[in-house]
């Protein structure tokens, strides 16, 4: 054998040699649970919601599931543990569309058929929005599809190598393995102020529009295609499952910005169309919290116009465990109509005084 043969099998076997060597160091540590549970000797922080979402709906042991956009990230699964007796997990997708949100859910159940309750956010700022829109061009399909072929993107990514692999391996420790609660997991309850002078400090008010904004025939059947394939399709084709779903509960400023577009009846078209999409079902539970004044008119629990601090979360998950604040056949409209009439009539230059 020649000296050019030589060097070629020796730089080929280097190479293949590096390239086992670095798949079976990512497949070992999987800093993203693609393959399998945490590894018992490592130390896994839970930072990268849609790198490592997918892989804790395959692996990890649950029969509920908390998931939905920012709005859900303060919510505590021990409470939620409590209030109904079961193990949970908590996947929450920062500024999802109802869609990404969907589509996680229906992986959840493909993957995992003990699951009892599912808590979802159902965003008022996702009203009227396409039912296949997503909210990131770059989400990483080779994580979540079932392609073995595209795994090669995570297994010789030199940014999940550099970042995530090499700094996890770092942490080992002989049987010492520890992972981010799902308390913690995404909570930046403590990593924020709240309160009225925040709020109104991030508030851009928009000046008065001269007309109502009208809600169109093209608006009303985008909506109704998007609930019906990414909320009323799960709901129907999973009769076993409790689905507890909820409208957030954004702050007065929130309103304030409705009403000074001119958008208020705009937003309530949407409310009904949701809740009367979903009364049908029985195994779904129906809540919001925005005839609830004493908390949207409390900007001290809030950091911004709509996101409220861990204590509304708290309180949200008591309240569903008791049934308030539930939306009825009985009562929706009469929810609708007084949501109506305080938001209407509020007095939003008295937030600016």
């Known amino acids: 054998m020649n000296k050019n043969k030589k ?4 730089f080929f076997s280097l190479t293949l040699f590096f390239l086992i060597t670095t798949a079976l160091t990512v497949i070992i540590a999987d800093p993203y649970f693609h393959y399998h549970f945490p590894n018992l000797d490592l130390h896994y922080t839970l930072k990268d919601q849609r790198y490592q979402n997918d892989g804790i709906l ?22 939620f543990d409590k209030l109904f007796n079961c193990q949970s997990i908590k996947t929450p997708f920062a500024g999802a569309t109802y869609k990404e949100i969907n589509d996680n859910i229906e992986n959840a159940i ?14 008022a700022s996702k009203f009227y929005t396409d039912s296949e829109e997503m909210m990131y061009d770059d989400y990483p399909d080779y994580l979540t599809n079932s392609n073995i072929f595209d795994d090669v993107y995570y297994l010789f990514n030199k940014t999940t190598l550099f970042k995530n692999v090499l700094p996890l391996i770092e942490t080992y420790s002989k049987n010492n393995r520890t992972i981010t609660s799902f308390d913690d997991a995404y909570n930046w309850h403590n990593n924020f102020a709240f309160g ?22 093209e608006d009303i059947d985008r909506f109704q295609k998007n609930i019906n394939k990414n909320i009323v399709e799960t709901v129907r084709n999973n009769p ?7 409208i957030p509960p954004y702050s007065i400023c929130y309103w ?20 009367e999409s979903l009364l ?37 998950l008591r309240k569903m465990s008791q049934e308030k604040y539930r939306l009825t056949k009985d009562n929706y ?14 007095d939003y230059d008295s937030l600016f005084q």
């Not at 060097?7 to 020796?10: E, K, Q, T």
């Not at 920012?70 to 919510?75: A, D, H, K, L």
């Not at 076993?240 to 909820?246: G, P, T």
């Open 7 to 10: 060097y070629c099998l020796a």
């Open 58 to 79: 395959r692996h990890f042991e649950y029969d509920a599931l908390i998931i939905g956009t920012s709005m859900t990230e303060n919510f505590k699964t021990s409470e």
């Open 110 to 123: 493909s993957y995992n058929d003990s699951i009892k309750y599912v808590v979802r956010a159902l965003d």
């Open 196 to 217: 009225t002078k925040v709020v109104l400090k991030t508030y851009e008010r928009p000046n008065k529009a001269e007309n109502k904004k009208i809600t169109t025939a």
């Open 240 to 246: 076993q499952i409790e689905f507890y779903y909820f």
């Open 256 to 275: 304030d910005k409705l009403n000074q577009t001119q958008s208020i009846e705009h937003h309530l078209y949407g409310e009904k169309m949701i809740i």
């Open 280 to 316: 049908p079902y029985e195994n779904v539970h129906l809540f919001s919290f925005n005839n609830n004044f004493d908390i949207i008119t409390n900007l001290g629990d809030y950091k911004d116009i709509s996101h409220y601090s861990g204590n509304i979360n708290s309180y949200i």
């Open 333 to 346: 409209q009469n929810y609708l109509q007084t949501i109506e009439d305080y938001y209407t009539h509020y």
